[in-house]
Nanobody
Framework: QVQLVESGGGLVQAGGSLKLSCAAS????????MAWFRQASGKEREFVAA????????SYADSVKGRYTISRDNAKNTVYLQMNTLKPEDTAVYYC???????????????????WGQGTQVTVSS
């Protein structure tokens, strides 16, 4: 059974940084694309960043380009999201997600992802 467990969320001041981690288990991690989504209170879940199965391709939402970096360590079965220059509008629950398609690219649509973590809260104060 695939499990995704996020960590690293918290409270940070605007302009600060946080690094989220998502530890995966239950199958061969390196064969599947991974992504981060977020959901702010009262809003729909939205795409943040994705990385292809081999790590050679990434994609980002326009709102985070240049500030966020997604990466993966296949030896540790972990995907990361480095978030810099955080803004109050980045406040949300951040979710890690994985596809069920082998050798998948960095999809940006939530329907491409079949497995989800429980989420970690990120709060950015002004």
């Amino acid at each position: 059974q695939v499990q995704l467990v996020e960590s690293g969320g918290g409270l940070v001041q605007a302009g600060g940084s946080l690094k989220l981690s998502c530890a995966a288990s239950g199958r061969t991690f390196s064969s599947y694309a991974m992504a981060w989504f977020r959901q702010a209170s009262g809003k729909e879940r939205e795409f943040v960043a994705a990385i292809s199965w081999g790590g050679g391709s990434t994609s980002y939402a326009d709102s985070v380009k240049g500030r966020y970096t997604i990466s993966r360590d296949n030896a540790k079965n972990t995907v990361y999201l480095q978030m810099n220059t955080l803004k109050p509008e980045d406040t949300a629950v951040y979710y890690c997600a994985s596809t069920s398609q082998r050798r998948s690219p960095a999809y940006s649509k939530n329907y491409e992802y079949d497995y989800w973590g429980q989420g970690t809260q990120v709060t950015v104060s002004s």
